[in-house]
């Protein structure tokens, strides 16, 4: 159970995790948003998604540790389950396909646009590419 960063397995990935989760339920792990999200990220290899994996590992680290070394202090408990529901958002909004007549597009699920407006995919991308529209 490896994501690549293909477009449209995301759901798949997710839900094969989610049978992991809990067929390990009595796990420390399983109960722990933080420690949760961070193995989810360890089952991300590719030049597609490793990028995007580091990055979320960082801000989950500086979310719950904070930085003291840049005077940033902690944004959430270990125990937060909103680091969870926010990684795996985060997951599927680049990595998901939506189909809207005959061509495919990402679904842009937050940020930019409004909810169910759809974003044209040319190559693998991240939020970061996404314009900025005023809708």
Known sequence: MIFTGERGTVEIFLQTFNYF???NHHNDVMHNPFERSNLLLTYMKGLKVQQWAARKGEELTIAVLGDPA???ATMHNVDDEQLWNTLT???RTPYLLCMDSEEW???SLYGYGSVGKWVPVLEPLTLMD???WNL
Do not use: F, G, I, S
């Open 21 to 23: 989760r809990n067929a």
């Open 70 to 72: 840049n005077n940033v």
């Open 89 to 91: 958002v985060d997951l």
């Open 105 to 107: 597009y990402v679904c």
């Open 130 to 132: 996404l314009p900025t």
